[in-house]
Nanobody
Framework: QVEFVESGGGLVQPGGSLRLSCVPT????????RGWYRQAPGKQRELVAR???????YYAESVKGRFTISGDNAKNTVYLQMNSLKPEDTAVYYC?????WGQGIQVTVSS
């Protein structure tokens, strides 16, 4: 069962930006504890960022300083702002929370 819907992916040139959005499909979720994973071809799925109610968000080392996770409680939406994108950021990005997943969205960074 798909718990979340992701949007905002696509094709972007190196150095460009994208903003991903994640909203739940049915169950009521707080925005806190929601995270973004990604999976590149031939690689394991990895946690990219997660937002918490207390303390700083988590970021994978490879995206620190370039990606920002944020949330809007009123819209029950979590965002992933991705700046200075690199070809190695190319992957399917997934939203996750409490073992519920989205269907994933493709992000391709290429010239």
């Amino acid at each position: 069962q798909v718990e979340f819907v992701e949007s905002g992916g696509g094709l972007v040139q190196p150095g460009g930006s994208l903003r991903l959005s994640c909203v739940p499909t049915s169950r009521v979720f707080s925005i806190y504890g929601r995270g973004w994973y990604r999976q590149a071809p031939g690689k394991q799925r990895e946690l990219v960022a997660r937002i918490y109610s207390i303390g700083s968000p988590y970021y994978a080392e490879s995206v620190k300083g370039r990606f920002t996770i944020s949330g809007d409680n009123a819209k029950n939406t979590v965002y992933l702002q991705m700046n200075s994108l690199k070809p190695e950021d190319t992957a399917v990005y997934y939203c996750e929370q409490d073992d519920g997943w989205g269907q994933g969205i493709q992000v391709t960074v290429s010239s």
